[in-house]
């Protein structure tokens, strides 16, 4: 059973910066995609980031572009979300989740496995 374990999130003031790390607990695919989502109180989840696993390209939401940053570490089995210059706006709970089909999309509903998430909360 894959399991994903979000950390990192916090309350941080307006134009600061937090890390989000996200351990895959059991790699069972060779190629897939991870992301982040994140959950704003009476909204609908949203993509942020992803990243293709094995090639490393990211891609990113128009709200993040500049600002947040997605990375891996293969040997450590964890994906990260540098998130600079907060605005209120990225307040939410953020999860991570894998896509082991290699859809490549940014909807909740192309990805398979989702962790618990951790939640960020920016002040004005």
């Known amino acids: 059973q894959v399991q994903l374990a979000e950390s990192g999130g916090g309350l941080v003031q307006a134009g600061g910066s937090l890390r989000l790390s996200c351990v895959v607990s059991?790699?069972?695919?060779?190629?897939?995609?991870m992301g982040w989502f994140r959950q704003a109180p009476g909204k609908e989840r949203e993509f942020v980031a992803a990243i293709n696993w094995s090639r490393g390209s990211p891609y990113y939401a128009d709200s993040v572009k500049g600002r947040f940053t997605i990375s891996r570490d293969n040997v450590k089995n964890t994906v990260y979300l540098q998130m600079n210059s907060l605005k209120p706006e990225d307040t939410g709970v953020y999860y991570c989740?894998?896509?082991?089909?290699?859809?490549?999309?940014?909807?909740?509903?192309?990805?398979?496995?989702w962790g618990q998430g951790t939640e960020v909360t920016v002040s004005s």
């Open positions: 059991k790699r069972t695919f060779s190629s897939y995609v």
């Open positions: 989740a894998v896509d082991d089909q290699l859809r490549g999309g940014n909807t909740p509903r192309t990805y398979d496995y």
